[in-house]
Nanobody
């Protein structure tokens, strides 16, 4: 499974940006998807996750982005999105998308080792 993240860039504080992650997964709908970020000198941080296709879709967010970021997926396009609003300088990081199989209802999906596949990352820089 290959993942390709894109859409990063430079944006002013308070602005918005949407990053995307296209996968080569034949059965994309069977994977839970997530976004993490890593700033220089810091550990990789959980941002958001969305459950695989089922009767109901579940999402989870890190505390620092809840209410500002929205994760979504388009199974027809094998793509997961992260819409980022009200961006802050502290959101500056390389954003990575990951794919795995876990159960969001149990709180899983917040640790990077729960993911089996990763994209190369896309840089998001928020200026003050």
């Amino acid at each position: 499974v290959q993942l390709q993240a894109s859409g990063g860039g430079l944006v002013q504080a308070g602005g918005s940006l949407r990053v995307s992650c296209v996968t080569s997964a034949r059965f994309f709908g069977q994977y839970d998807m997530g976004w993490f970020r890593q700033a220089p000198g810091k550990e990789r941080e959980f941002v958001a996750a969305i459950s695989r296709t089922g009767s109901k879709s579940y999402v989870d967010y890190g505390d620092s982005v809840r209410g500002r970021f929205t994760i979504s997926r388009d199974n027809a396009k094998n793509t997961v999105y992260l819409q980022m609003n009200s961006l802050k300088p502290e959101d500056t990081a390389v954003y990575y998308c990951g794919a795995g199989v876990f159960d969001l209802l149990t709180g899983a999906g917040r640790r990077f080792r729960e993911y089996d596949y990763w994209g190369q990352g896309t840089q998001v820089t928020v200026s003050s």
